[in-house]
């Protein structure tokens, strides 16, 4: 029987998904082409890299589930742009032969079998030489979230878990002596470590590490290999955060030489010791995809951290099947900032996808003893009630505090993989586009005539006319920037700044402006209680709607404020905007023109939302426009 590592990793999610993915038994004795496995496993690295573009947003995860489809092969190019670094990388940092590719059929596979069933991965890199075989997975994420693991006693310097060495990161507990405790209490270690090994969160990428592991080691023993065994390292490839591209460029590709600070775009982590101490559950999930294939039943489960709600590996059973129970209008998720749970009489925690299965599906199952946090109570009663909460006086406070020219502004970003541009690192949110409106006093601002937009029309670095565009049409000297998270359009400029020196002085003013639309739709603590309210009047929130659905993202709040929608718009949101951005050079002059237009009309109307909520909430506060 054919699995494939890909399928692995899904099958053994939970008994049911193996049921409704139909797999029978015609199609697991089928052979696997390189095809389509590499079809499969490009499928999931789109999904993994389009994560990796939205981890810290809200709202492109959201999208990133819409947009579950064969547009994403416009980022396939990005993704095996990074493959093809870490390989090169790897010949130049490890002797002996190496193997990778891409296009090419020559990657190393391996299968094994267990239990009758045939399980098969291809390893993105392989590196052989006299005393070591090194298998490397590669991934389009960066180092920053394994670098985060930090520990320390209180009040004294933090440290990583893992020390670097030639660009390979490895745990400290495996160099001998070190003294861990020095750095911190050896439980904070233990604890930080072990959240490695969970794979429906930090650990996903070293638990699919550990599959491989788990198939080459079986394929090493039953051909007679086992002192390979012995020398055989497991890594993990994955772009390095802190490089920063020098801009050079060959034939119009960008080199990625080491940067100034000598570090490379790939770095490493040797994880033979976690990969090693996963075999005992790879194994307990093998045993359990054998029971799932033998005894295939499609009845309700519990759901749990393996559906991947709202996550990078999100099952794509959840949103059509799995979570048709979970009502979609104020659930009982829906309560802001619930990730703790509610706590009953006894002191028993309820928390997420758990109140589901205990029978707590709409807001309203969660008994109102339970309900400890005003904000939740506010958002109970208006569900009640059927009415929108509103502090007004702290709205009209909020939008009193507003100066004028208000320069309601948003970019659209490009966060390519690879660095693209001199002064970027991997990741860096790279704005292509811009749209800005200026409402010059309350409620005055024109659709077309206040509104400037800025659109690359190529794929080449056109940043420096972008903050020129930008900064002829801002007094840096007076005035608000005014977005709807406002810290993603403050980062973007000071990140220019900060790479384009010209310009700094005036970006940076800009920056010290920014306001955010949310301080006034929901909150701001410390810009409230500097205002003279109440520490908790200033942690609460300033309005609620029963269709907010517990969420501000402008797509939430637009429809409670405007009649605007996205719903008619070629581009519809940040995701699809990047998607059409990275297919310009495969587009026709005419369409690439069609599709200009379409990021520049959904653009505009980011910017334009903005002005009209604020109009509405002037409205709701009697203020005068
Ligand atoms: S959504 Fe959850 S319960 Fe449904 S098949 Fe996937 S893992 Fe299983």
Redesign the pocket.
């Known amino acids: 029987m054919a699995i494939t590592k890909t399928d692995f990793l899904e099958y053994s999610?939970?008994p049911?998904?193996v049921a409704?993915e139909k797999v029978n038994q015609d199609r697991l004795e089928a052979d696997v082409s390189y095809e389509e496995y590499k079809n499969k496993e490009y499928e999931l690295a789109m999904e993994e890299l389009l994560f990796s573009m939205f981890e810290n947003n809200e709202e492109g995860l959201e999208d990133k589930i819409n947009v579950r489809n064969p547009q994403l092969e416009a980022m396939l190019d990005y993704y095996k742009r990074v493959e093809l670094e870490a390989g090169h990388l790897t010949e130049k940092m490890f002797p002996g032969k190496t193997v990778y590719a891409l296009e090419t059929k020559n990657q190393e596979s391996f299968d094994a079998s267990y239990r009758g069933m045939k399980l098969l991965c291809y390893v993105d890199i392989y590196n052989e030489c006299q005393d070591e075989i090194n298998i490397i997975e590669v991934k389009a994420t960066t180092n920053k979230k394994y670098l985060q693991l930090q520990g320390g006693y209180p009040g004294k310097e933090k440290y990583s878990i893992f020390l670097k060495e030639n660009n390979i990161f490895t745990l400290k507990e495996t160099h001998k002596d070190y003294p861990i405790e020095k750095e911190m209490p050896k439980e904070q270690y233990e604890n930080l470590k072990s959240k490695l090994l969970d794979r429906y969160q930090l650990g996903a990428y070293i638990y699919d590490l550990a599959v491989q592991r788990f198939i080459i080691e079986r394929e090493y023993l039953a051909s007679n290999n086992a002192e390979k065994l012995k020398k055989i390292n497991y890594y993990l490839a994955v772009l390095n955060a802190d490089y920063v591209f020098d801009g050079t460029y060959e034939n119009q590709e960008p080199v990625y030489h080491p940067d100034q600070n000598q570090e490379e775009l790939i770095t490493f982590f040797k994880l033979n010791e976690v990969t090693e101490e996963l075999q005992a559950k790879v194994k307990q999930d093998a045993d359990h995809i054998y029971e799932y294939l033998k005894n295939s039943n499609a009845a309700r489960?519990p759901?749990t951290k393996?559906?991947g709600m709202k996550k990078q590996n999100v099952?794509k059973?959840?949103n059509p099947?799995?979570s048709s129970i979970i009502p979609k209008k104020n659930s009982a998720l829906t309560y802001l900032n619930s990730a703790q749970g509610f706590k009953d009489e006894q002191g028993h925690v309820h928390k997420g996808l758990g109140l589901i299965n205990e029978g707590y599906v709409s807001m309203f199952d969660i008994p109102k003893e339970w309900l400890k946090n005003k904000n939740h109570r506010i958002q109970r009663e208006c569900c009640e009630k059927h009415e929108a909460y509103k502090n007004i006086e702290k709205i009209k406070k909020g939008i009193e505090n507003l100066e004028y020219p208000i320069y309601h502004l948003d970019f659209e970003t490009f966060p390519s993989p690879v660095p693209r541009f001199k002064g970027e690192s991997p990741f860096t949110q790279s704005p292509f586009e811009f749209s800005l409106h200026i409402e010059r006093k309350p409620g005055v601002c024109d659709k077309e005539k206040d509104n400037v937009l800025f659109l690359a029309t190529t794929t080449k670095d056109e940043r420096e006319e972008l903050i020129k565009t930008l900064l002829e049409h801002v007094d840096v000297n007076k005035g608000t920037l005014f977005a709807q998270n406002v810290s993603f359009e403050k980062g973007r400029i000071k990140e220019l700044a900060t790479m384009f020196s010209k310009y700094r002085e005036d970006l940076m003013k800009l920056y010290d402006r920014g306001f955010d639309l949310l301080w006034l739709v929901k909150n701001k603590k410390e810009f409230y209680e500097n205002l003279g309210f109440s520490k908790e009047e200033s942690e609460t929130i300033n309005y609620y709607h029963e269709n907010l659905n517990g969420s501000y993202s402008i797509k939430k709040t637009l429809p409670v404020f405007s009649d605007l929608s996205y719903e008619n718009l070629e581009v519809k949101n940040g995701t699809e905007a990047i998607i059409e951005y990275a297919k310009y050079d495969k587009m026709s002059k005419e369409e690439r023109e069609i599709k200009q237009e379409a990021l520049r009309i959904y653009c505009r109307q980011d910017t334009w939302a903005m002005v009209e909520i604020l109009n509405q909430l002037r409205k709701i506060c009697q203020l005068d426009v």
Do not use: A, K
């Open positions: 999610r939970c049911r998904y409704l489960v759901l393996s559906c099952c059973f959840f099947i799995c």
